[in-house]
């Protein structure tokens, strides 16, 4: 977890959905409805999300 998410939510700023960073505008990385600070958190985020679905279905 990075010091960010600690932080109160006072100004309307766009976090990372998968490492927390602080998303600059000009950075952005906007997919499937959430936004990253780079293609490489999309990626994880995505392999992070195909296991949890895994781990689902073996259940
Ligand atoms: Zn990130």
């Given at each position: 977890?990075?010091?960010?998410?600690a932080v109160v939510r006072r100004?309307?700023?766009?976090?990372?959905?998968?490492?927390?960073?602080?998303?600059?505008?000009?950075?952005?990385?906007?997919?499937?409805?959430?936004?990253?600070?780079?293609?490489?958190?999309?990626?994880?985020?995505?392999?992070?999300?195909?296991?949890?679905?895994?781990?689902?279905?073996?259940?």
């Amino acid at each position: 977890m990075s010091e960010e998410t600690a932080v109160v939510r006072r100004t309307k700023s766009t976090n990372c959905a998968f490492c927390g960073k602080l998303v600059r505008r000009i950075k952005m990385y906007y997919r499937n409805g959430k936004y990253y600070c780079s293609k490489r958190c999309f990626k994880k985020m995505q392999e992070k999300l195909a296991k949890e679905k895994e781990s689902e279905q073996a259940s």
